[in-house]
């Protein structure tokens, strides 16, 4: 599946890593750095969303769309769409960019804003990828794991960059029985969290 990118997802993520390698190297004001997730966490959470019961597929934190291209081929392989959010009006704009260049527009939904009050709408989740203002995953998780199916999973970043921030976040997801939870030393450390 991942021997056989398309050639357009594949120059777009190229271009992507060669821009936030940029950012993490030339002093890019903090807001402006596209801050996505290394390419073996974005086929990470792919290979899992490919795995994903039925349902819905969302992200939180689009950024440039980089992590959302490895989802889009998970939607391709699954026959599904994902539903992506970004609250910031110009990383927006860039992950629209992203994704018609990448030809994947008819398997990724943008939404534009604060995630937080669109989760209400959910019913039927099935994968979701947290990556977003570390003072919005409490919210975030209060709000998705009662909309998600048996077996659905959510994969939340930076459970180990950012342990510190995260503490309030990490204890409520590993101490809840709606959930089987266990952090994955990759990348920026990611929490994986199976609804059970
Ligand atoms: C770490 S970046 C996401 C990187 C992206 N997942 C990738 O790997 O390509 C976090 C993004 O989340 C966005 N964000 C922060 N809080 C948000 C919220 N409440 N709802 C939607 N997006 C949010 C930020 O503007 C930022 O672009």
Redesign the pocket.
């Known amino acids: 599946m991942f021997h056989e990118i398309p050639q357009a997802v594949y120059d777009r993520m190229k271009y992507?890593e060669h821009m936030d390698a940029l950012d993490r190297s030339g002093g890019t004001p903090s807001e402006k750095r596209?801050?996505?997730?290394s390419p073996e966490?974005?086929k990470f959470i792919a290979m899992l969303a490919m795995g994903a019961p039925e349902g819905v597929l969302i992200?939180?934190?689009?950024?440039?769309?980089?992590?959302?291209l490895w989802l889009a081929l998970a939607c391709r392989y699954l026959g599904r769409k994902l539903v992506t959010?970004?609250?910031?009006d110009e990383?927006a704009s860039l992950a629209l960019e992203t994704f018609r260049l990448a030809g994947v527009q008819d398997v990724v939904d943008l939404v534009t804003?604060?995630?937080?009050p669109c989760l209400d709408s959910f019913e039927d989740i099935a994968f979701c990828?947290l990556?977003?203002?570390k003072e919005?995953y409490l919210d975030?998780y209060e709000a998705l794991i009662p909309r998600m199916v048996r077996g659905a999973l959510l994969v939340a970043?930076n459970a180990v960059s950012h342990s510190a921030l995260l503490q309030d976040f990490l204890q409520r997801a590993m101490g809840d029985r709606l959930v089987d939870s266990l952090i994955v030393p990759i990348g920026n450390g990611a929490l994986l969290c199976r609804r059970v």
């Open positions: 992507l596209l801050r996505q997730v966490m974005g992200e939180i934190g689009t950024s440039a769309g980089y992590s959302a959010f970004e609250v910031l990383k804003g604060d995630a937080r990828f990556d977003a203002a919005v975030c970043d």
